[in-house]
């Protein structure tokens, strides 16, 4: 059985920084379409980083420079590095895996699909940034 196990998160103050991860604890992770969300008080979930089997990286204009999404295959384990957080990046942050999306459509599926149709997601850990 595959599931996404996540750590980190907490709180900060404006400026600081978080790290998040994502343990993979399964099997022929390394070809997965790996992704980070935000949901806010409004409740839907936006694409924050998106991570391609080659290691191509996109992200939300709003974090650009700011945040770094890395994966390391061999421990299976999927990072957001949060540097110089800011109180809009408050959140519940989400990590998603989806072994069936390849190349470019992992940031289409990040960005453009507001299915939510992910076929693994962590639990969940909450970021407070206060000012």
């Known amino acids: 059985q595959n599931f996404l196990e996540q750590s980190g998160g907490g709180s900060v103050q404006a400026g600081g920084s978080l790290r998040l991860s994502c343990e993979f604890r399964g099997y022929a992770h390394s070809g997965y379409c790996m992704a980070w969300f935000r949901q806010g008080p409004t409740g839907g979930r936006d694409g924050v980083a998106s991570i391609e089997s080659g290691h191509d990286t996109t992200y939300a204009e709003s974090v650009k420079g700011r945040f770094t999404i890395d994966r390391d295959n061999v421990e299976g384990i999927l990072y957001l590095l949060m540097t110089n957080l800011q109180p809009e990046d408050s959140g519940t942050y989400y990590c998603?895996?989806?072994?069936?999306?390849?190349?470019?459509?992992?940031?289409?599926?990040?960005?453009?699909?507001?299915?939510?149709?992910?076929?693994?997601w962590g639990k969940g850990a909450l970021v407070t940034v206060s000012s």
């Open positions: 998603a895996a989806d072994g069936m999306v390849t190349g470019s459509a992992c940031r289409q599926k990040t960005f453009e699909d507001a299915s939510y149709d992910w076929r693994h």
